[in-house]
Every structure is written in C-alpha cells, then in structure tokens.
C-alpha cells in the first residue's frame, strides 16, 4: 500500500474537456522521509513510518531527536506507519515525494474533521425541535425532548442522542480519484471534498 502524507490547502474547482466544473481539494503532498523501518521479524509486523511537515528542534523531545537523527533527517511535525509497507522505500532517510501517484489514481484519504465543540441536539443529531408550536412553549424550539421512561425502566437507554462534543473526529474518505499530480510544487489535486479544515494533515493511501 503505497502512502503519503500531506496537508489540505484548499478547494477549488477545474473544467475537464466537456466544460463542466469539477469541485477538488488541493494538497501539499510531501517530501515525507522514511524514520523507520518496521519488520516481521523485529517487530511483529512489516510497515514503514514516515514523517512530514519540518518543525523547529527546539520543540522535540529527546527520544524524538534521536530518532530523526538516527534516519538522518530533520525535525518533523507529523509521524505516521504504513502498513503493509508495498511500494515505499525501506532505507532510512529515504525520500518519498508526491510522483509515486498518477493521474487517474484512486485513493483513499483520511484526516480529522472539524471541530465542532458542544453542540445542542438541533445541530449534532439534526432534530427537528418544537417548531414554535402553541401551548406557550416559547423557550422550548431546540430542547432534546423526553429522554427516558417513568417508573419502567427508570434509567436512559445507552446511545440516546444528546447534546455533546461534535467533530474532531477521524475520517476516512474512500475511492477519491487523483485528478492531477504537480511534482514540482509537491501539489496533488483530487476529486471531490476530504475532511479537515485548511492546513491540516492528511494521510493519502492508494486504494486496494
């Protein structure tokens, strides 16, 4: 499974050869280096970590240091596996940049969506509220309603839709096609929408 990591910058939209708009994501994708390199053997599993995103040395930890120096590379924000290794490099230090996909490509991309924060029952779970209805229920158009029953069972059902903490979330976005990749400039542009907002960090993997 061949992967990469990136950050979103955007959206924007292109016109194929029909003349219709095409909605895309653009994303800086890369240079990432190889800081590990897992074995069956070794560790259980095969896979290889890669790392993105140069950050200042100052702000990493000792057993970090160590290992960037270990595989020769600078400081680096984003460290992630991939796993199974196929199609990346397994030296240390090894470059892995943007070209390993083409255009045409199906991926698969996964980030954290937005977050979102507490949110009410209107907003997380898309009631439909009271709806100014009559009877003076005047401050009562986005409460939850009934959560429970009475006396049987006396207790609120596990899962019951309530207010609480919205987004943030891991998402993975399925069978995106690549619709073009810029080596010179680490871009690739993809189909269609992916989670996260504006500068954040994406995993892109080559569909199976």
Same mark, same amino acid.
């Given at each position: 499974?061949?992967?990469?990591?990136?950050?979103?910058?955007?959206?924007?939209?292109?016109?194929?050869?029909?003349?219709?708009?095409?909605?895309?994501?653009?994303?800086?994708?890369?240079?990432?280096?190889?800081?590990?390199?897992?074995?069956?053997?070794?560790?259980?599993?095969?896979?290889?970590?890669?790392?993105?995103?140069?950050?200042?040395?100052?702000?990493?930890?000792?057993?970090?240091?160590?290992?960037?120096?270990?595989?020769?590379?600078?400081?680096?924000?984003?460290?992630?596996?991939?796993?199974?290794?196929?199609?990346?490099?397994?030296?240390?230090?090894?470059?892995? !940049?943007?070209?390993?996909?083409?255009?045409?490509?199906?991926?698969?991309?996964?980030?954290?969506?937005?977050?979102?924060?507490?949110?009410?029952?209107?907003? !997380?779970?898309?009631?439909?509220?009271?709806?100014?209805?009559?009877?003076?229920?005047?401050? !009562?158009?986005?409460?939850?309603?009934?959560?429970?029953?009475?006396?049987?069972?006396? !207790?609120?059902?596990?899962?019951?839709?309530?207010?609480?903490?919205?987004?943030?979330?891991?998402?993975?976005?399925?069978?995106?096609?690549?619709?073009?990749?810029?080596?010179?400039?680490?871009?690739?542009?993809?189909?269609?929408?992916?989670?996260?907002?504006?500068?954040?960090?994406?995993?892109?993997?080559?569909?199976?």
């Amino acid at each position: 499974m061949s992967g990469i990591l990136g950050k979103k910058l955007g959206m924007t939209s292109i016109f194929n050869e029909s003349g219709e708009a095409i909605p895309c994501t653009i994303i800086e994708a890369g240079p990432c280096y190889v800081l590990q390199v897992r074995t069956k053997e070794r560790d259980g599993y095969d896979a290889v970590q890669l790392g993105f995103d140069e950050k200042p040395e100052r702000l990493v930890s000792k057993p970090m240091k160590g290992q960037f120096g270990h595989a020769k590379t600078k400081a680096l924000r984003l460290v992630r596996e991939f796993r199974p290794a196929n199609g990346l490099p397994s030296e240390l230090g090894a470059e892995v !940049r943007v070209d390993i996909f083409s255009q045409g490509d199906v991926v698969d991309v996964r980030g954290r969506s937005k977050g979102r924060g507490f949110q009410g029952v209107v907003k !997380r779970h898309h009631f439909g509220g009271v709806g100014m209805t009559t009877h003076g229920q005047s401050d !009562r158009v986005r409460a939850p309603g009934s959560i429970g029953s009475s006396s049987f069972p006396s !207790r609120v059902f596990k899962g019951m839709r309530m207010a609480g903490r919205m987004g943030f979330d891991n998402v993975t976005v399925k069978n995106l096609q690549v619709l073009k990749v810029i080596p010179e400039s680490n871009i690739l542009i993809i189909k269609g929408s992916i989670p996260g907002a504006i500068n954040g960090y994406v995993e892109i993997v080559k569909a199976n």
